[in-house]
């Protein structure tokens, strides 16, 4: 994975744009830490294979980016992306990387399931 090229980001989420695509999204503050140390709040969460449709889709701030998506009744939103996969043309992979390389939070989306 490198590092989001916001513009490249842009141009997937406009492409998966008004058709059903598959959600995965994830999200977590070190759920398994509170093990090892007490004052570790657990927090987690984790949604995949979801199905969405979104009308407009966007990618925004200067690193970490927040990617938000409109949906007919609501609102996806995720925040503190840092990397994707830009080989994958298929899917829109995107994650977000603590500042010694652990994921944070993910959010990917795809035509077919993940």
């Given at each position: 994975m490198n590092l989001i090229n916001p513009v490249?980001?842009?141009l997937m989420l406009n492409q998966l744009s008004d058709q059903e695509v598959y959600l995965h999204l994830e999200m977590t503050t070190g759920a398994y830490a509170a093990h090892y140390d007490s004052?570790?709040?657990p927090?987690?969460?984790f949604i995949t294979n979801a199905r969405i449709r979104y009308t407009n889709?966007?990618?925004e701030g200067n690193g970490p980016y927040?990617?938000?998506l409109k949906t007919g009744?609501?609102?996806v939103y995720s925040e503190g992306l840092t990397h994707w996969d830009e080989t994958?043309?298929?899917r829109l992979i995107l994650a977000g990387h603590d500042s010694q390389g652990k994921l944070v939070v993910a959010l990917q989306l795809s035509q077919t399931p993940f």
């Open positions: 490249e980001v842009q004052s570790k709040h927090a987690a969460t889709g966007s990618i927040r990617v938000g009744n609501g609102w994958d043309r298929e």
